[in-house]
């Protein structure tokens, strides 16, 4: 089975960049697509960002677009997501998903980790 787990939240203050990281232990890593998701309170949980492969295409949710950076290593086992020019808006959950098709719908993927906080207040 695999195995993810994010790290790298934490509390920063708006328009602060920070780095969430999500490191895989399975063994079919580099034939997954992967996504990042988050969820805030009372919120639905939506879809962030997409990345099919390393130097793959990449696919973002118009909220966060230009501000997020998703990218992987495959070789590490590894997918980021890059964040910067942070509002309140962005505090939430935030996880890493793995699935077969790029899609916005979290009902796609298969394999999800336990999330990481990141909280954006002044």
């Known amino acids: 089975q695999e195995s993810f787990v994010e790290s790298g939240g934490r509390l920063v203050q708006p328009g602060d960049s920070l780095r969430l990281s999500c490191t895989a232990s399975g063994r079919a890593f580099n034939s997954y697509i992967m996504a990042w998701f988050r969820q805030a309170p009372g919120r639905e949980r939506e879809f962030v960002a997409a990345?099919?492969?390393?130097?793959?295409?990449?696919y973002y949710a118009q909220s966060v677009k230009g501000r997020f950076t998703i990218s992987r290593d495959d070789a590490q086992n590894t997918l980021y997501l890059q964040m910067s020019s942070l509002n309140a808006e962005d505090t939430a959950v935030y996880y890493c998903?793995?699935?077969?098709?790029?899609?916005?719908?979290?009902?796609?993927?298969?394999?999800w980790g336990q999330g990481t906080q990141v909280t954006v207040s002044s």
């Open positions: 998903a793995a699935g077969k098709v790029a899609t916005m719908s979290a009902t796609e993927y298969n394999y």
């Open positions: 990345k099919s492969r390393n130097a793959g295409t990449t």
